[in-house]
């Protein structure tokens, strides 16, 4: 355990480097660029690009595909056969991307005759972006066998060093776009699409000449019958994230169709907010993930699933450490941050935060059925939950009800159904104990969640709206989370188990500068 747990201490510390300095200018970008390209332009980009955007989540499961076969043939020790999983990711990936340009192409004509509701003067703008955004997506899914490859080593100083490099690239675009004078939104997303370009090109001159198996020969190193469990487990995986994507991107339709760009800049807003916290956890499954896949490689199951349902716990806390005092000082800090800040925006990063502080207390078992691999039924049950919001919303909007009601039927139907899918078949598969998860996950980080949000909400009615209220609630709910963290949250072992990662730490910090 304590190898293991150096390990993701070590891959972290490189990963969350990069997230500090990502956060603060990230959140500085979309200030800049909502200042420069207005509500509506952005609410535009915002449908737009989302669009084009959802389909990186289709990126995303294949990465988890690619990722997933390559710790599994490390952790049975099968050099060869790395070689071959990379082949084929790269055949899934240029024929996937193929698709998706014919695919995205047909969808144009009929997002902008039938769809979008966009004023008629930024048309030809929209179009733009949304072409520009093709370009992105295509070079995103090209990148994605490499992506797999450096996640999959465990080689996070590098992730760190190219999101880094991204992060300041995508500053120096916020500061053209506020500046420029050719039309901003045009200009925004073909700067967006070059540095797409950019990173693909980058990677993929880094995987060839860093790792062995990354070699381009298909006919030498082609398995058929792997093909066909990579595109079989690519494919079920599949089935869950479309019917996330479509749920997600259809939730933004429908705020579109019924009340206008303006709900959507306040839901771009939101998830901007709520990506940038996420980063926190995000950054933990990032470096726990190819461990759990080697695990499941070695066939040690009992281990798996004590690493994910820590992980689980772990990174919904790490989030919320976050976002608790963020959530309650929503008002002010958004007013400091945005200026002008779009109808619905507080509200809408509020449900949104708290829809994914429960999403992250299944997403470290998640991972466990992932690397299992016997995914097909949990695809389809998981797909029937994520997509039920859309038309449960769809309806309550059709008859009056406030947009509130986006988040909630979203929390109800995602979150807490979907997750319990997600304990069910961990329980199936990996041998999770679902009275164990409950009483050592759920539970204890419910209990947290109360006791930090209470004690910050006493400054926050008793002081007035100020950057002394802020961080006083920000003071209170670290004391509170931390003393709730050590007594409360963890088990007797996790708790032994943080005090020799944090004693070897230390050693090694005293080592390194006596």
Partial sequence: MSSTANRVIKNSGYLYANM????????????????????????????????????GFIGGAMNVSTQRFINYAEGANKKETQKSIF????????????????????????????????PQERVYAAKCIYQFMVLSTIMTILTVPYNAIVTAHENMLYYAKIGFLQTFLKLCIALFITYTMYDKLIMYGLLMAILSITVMIIMRIYCQRKYEECIINPRKYIDKQLMKKMIKFAGWNMITTSSSMISMYGMGLILNNIFGTILNAAQGIANQISGQLMVFSNTMLSAVNPIIGKKAGEGNYKSLVETAQTTSKMSSLLLAFFAIPFMIEAPWIMQIWLKNVPEWAILFCRLEILRNIIDQLVNGINGAINADGRIYRYSIFRSIFNFIPLPITFYLFSIGFSPIWLYIVWIICWSILGGSVTIFFCHKNCGLNIYEYYKNVLLKSVTLFLIVGSSGLIPHYIMHSSLTRTISVCLTTSIAFLFSFWTIAITPKERNDLKNVLSTFRKKIYQKYK
């Fill in 87 to 118: 082949n084929i990711s790269i055949i899934i990936h240029s024929i996937l991307s193929f698709i998706f340009l014919i695919v995205l192409e047909i969808a144009f004509y009929i997002f902008f005759n039938n769809i979008l509701n966009i």
């Fill in 20 to 55: 500090g300095f990502s956060m603060f200018v990230s959140l500085y970008s979309t200030r800049l660029i909502l200042n420069a390209l207005g509500t509506s332009d952005f609410g535009i980009f915002a449908i737009v690009g989302g669009a084009i955007g959802m389909l």
